[in-house]
């Protein structure tokens, strides 16, 4: 498919998504969500891609909705179209997703942010939940994912202020994982996304899946999610290769089996 929002590559077992609509600083549109999905599926069928980033440019990760395409919604259209649902994509992907910040991660381009498994910001990332500004508030996730991420008192802050939130305060807060000059976000991004592609996918994917059981249920019921799952691993090819290659003193080759 040819893509006008949004380019599409593949670094070895790294697929990399840039979110390219500098006009409207990578402002979140249905034909930019569409083309994101269809990479995004794309690359999770594909059995060569092991870990997928997604990045803006320097100046701009996401600068939220589009407001010039939503503004004229009405609450029957929203409503009856279900809008926003289709973006969360992302957060249904089974294989590991990274975003990789710089610039304005606003909106409903700091939801997306949140919606992958974790961020590396350059340190010029600016985040913000600015949507009270305009009437509105967050609908992609951003009252919850925030407040699950950075805890009440902040979430409450940037969502009813609307106030910019730096790349240093937001490693603080846990918001991003690491904080890198942003001449080298991009590579430190491929460098952890490689890294993780060269494990064994679906170990990597299992690992995924349980982290994730955090956000959605009780600690005793997490701890049992993670036991069932950790013994699961051990019907597996992967873990026996990945032991015996320690035990060895060599470089495991996993197979994905
Ligand atoms: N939607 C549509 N267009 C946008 C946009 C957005 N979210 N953000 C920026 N643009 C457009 C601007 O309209 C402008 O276009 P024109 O040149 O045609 O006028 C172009 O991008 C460049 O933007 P600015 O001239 O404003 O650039 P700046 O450097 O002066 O300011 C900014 C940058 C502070 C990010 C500013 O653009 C801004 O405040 N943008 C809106 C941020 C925002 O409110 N995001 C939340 C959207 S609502 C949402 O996301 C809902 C949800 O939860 C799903």
């Given at each position: 498919m040819g893509y006008e929002n949004i380019r599409v590559e593949t670094r070895g077992k790294v697929g990399l998504i840039t979110l390219d609509r500098p006009s409207a600083l990578n402002a979140l549109n249905s034909a930019l969500i569409d083309e994101l999905n269809t990479a995004l599926s794309g690359f999770e069928t594909d059995e060569r891609i092991g870990c997928t980033v997604i990045t803006g440019s320097e100046k701009a990760f996401a600068a939220g909705a589009d407001i010039k395409e939503m503004g004229s919604l009405d609450y029957m259209e929203a409503y009856l179209s279900d809008?926003?649902?289709?973006?969360?994509q992302v957060s249904r992907t089974r294989k590991p997703v990274i975003a990789a910040v710089a610039g304005y991660a606003l909106g409903g381009g700091c939801e997306l942010a949140m919606m992958c498994d974790f961020i590396i910001a350059a340190d010029t990332a600016k985040f913000g939940q600015p949507e009270i500004t305009l009437g509105v508030m967050p609908g992609a996730g951003g009252t919850q994912r925030l407040t699950r991420f950075v805890g009440k008192s902040k979430a409450m802050d940037m969502c009813l202020t609307g106030r910019m939130m730096e790349a240093e305060e937001a490693e603080r807060c846990g918001l991003v994982s690491r904080v890198v000059p942003a001449d080298e976000l991009l590579e430190e991004a491929l460098k952890a996304a490689e890294k993780i592609a060269d494990f064994s996918l679906p170990i990597a994917m299992m690992t995924k899946e349980s982290v994730n059981r955090a956000y959605e249920t009780t600690m005793s019921e997490g701890i049992r999610f993670e036991r069932r799952v950790f013994h699961s691993m051990f019907a597996t090819e992967d873990q026996k290769e990945g032991m015996s290659a320690f035990a060895e003193k060599r470089k495991p080759q996993f197979n994905n089996k």
């Open positions: 809008f926003i649902t289709s973006w969360e």
